[in-house]
């Protein structure tokens, strides 16, 4: 089967911890994305990897830093977070800039 | 600054009834913005519908259709006869070429009722 995946579909923690949230792409895709959906259920672009090329959207903490071991694998980790962070994360990626994206099912994170 | 505003849900409209999801866009950092709209189905992940990145077309798929137009910074979407199966998530969005600018409207829920 080929999409997007993403591990855990949800996660509750406290504030100060550390979590990290998984997504694999069995597409063959070369760019990987990740946003956050708040609870307003705006989607934000934090993250996009494209042949080690890193573009971080300059909004996002630095407590967040994206994590890639291969191009089908683009994780997220947050250092410690805040209430703040509680929200939809979504991964996607693509062949290439420009062409069609295809997304992950999500995590939800809830920081208590 | 960029934004883009859809319809309020839920809607809830019966089978073969005609549908319109209103968007709006406002593009002020992306000189040739991208507009699309993407599903949400029951249980899925976000998926792309159509997609129109020059300002005068129409994209289609599935039966739905979407004009861009940008007189009126407008990409409604549209179906003549909605199914059952079209219950879903509705977003409009609004994108540069390299996805590095990319807003997602706040999504339509919709319900079709057989």
């Known amino acids: 089967e080929t999409a997007v995946f993403q591990t855990p579909n949800y996660h509750v923690t406290q504030v100060g911890n550390e979590v990290s949230f998984n997504c694999k792409q069995t597409?063959?895709?070369?760019?990987m994305y990740w946003y956050k959906q708040d609870s307003k259920k705006l989607l934000k672009i934090m993250f996009s990897?494209?042949?080690?090329?890193?573009?971080v959207n300059e909004t996002v903490p630095r407590r967040f830093s994206p994590q890639s071991s291969d191009k089908a694998h683009l994780n997220l980790r947050i250092k410690s977070v805040e209430p703040e962070d509680s929200a939809v994360y979504l991964c996607?990626?693509?062949?290439?800039?420009?062409?069609?994206?295809?997304f992950g099912p999500g995590t939800r994170l809830t920081v208590l | 600054g960029d934004s883009v505003t859809q319809t309020e849900g839920p809607v809830t409209v019966s089978e073969s009834e005609s549908l319109i999801i209103n968007c709006t866009y406002s593009?002020?950092?992306?000189?040739?913005?991208?507009l699309f709209w993407y599903v949400r189905y029951p249980g899925e992940g976000l998926q792309l519908l159509l997609k129109?990145?020059?300002?005068?077309q129409k994209g289609s798929s599935r039966g739905f259709e979407a004009t861009y137009n940008k007189e009126t910074t407008s990409f409604h979407l549209q179906k003549a006869s909605v199914q059952e199966s079209d219950s879903a998530v509705y977003y409009c969005?609004?994108?540069?070429?390299?996805?590095?600018?990319?807003?997602f409207g706040k999504g339509t829920s919709l319900t079709v009722i057989p």
């Open positions: 996607a990626s693509n062949r290439d800039w420009g062409a069609e994206q295809y």
């Open positions: 597409l063959g895709h070369d760019t």
């Open positions: 990897y494209n042949n080690k090329q890193l573009i």
């Open positions: 593009a002020t950092s992306i000189a040739y913005p991208n």
């Open positions: 129109v990145i020059t300002a005068g």
């Open positions: 969005a609004l994108g540069d070429t390299g996805y590095q600018n990319f807003y």
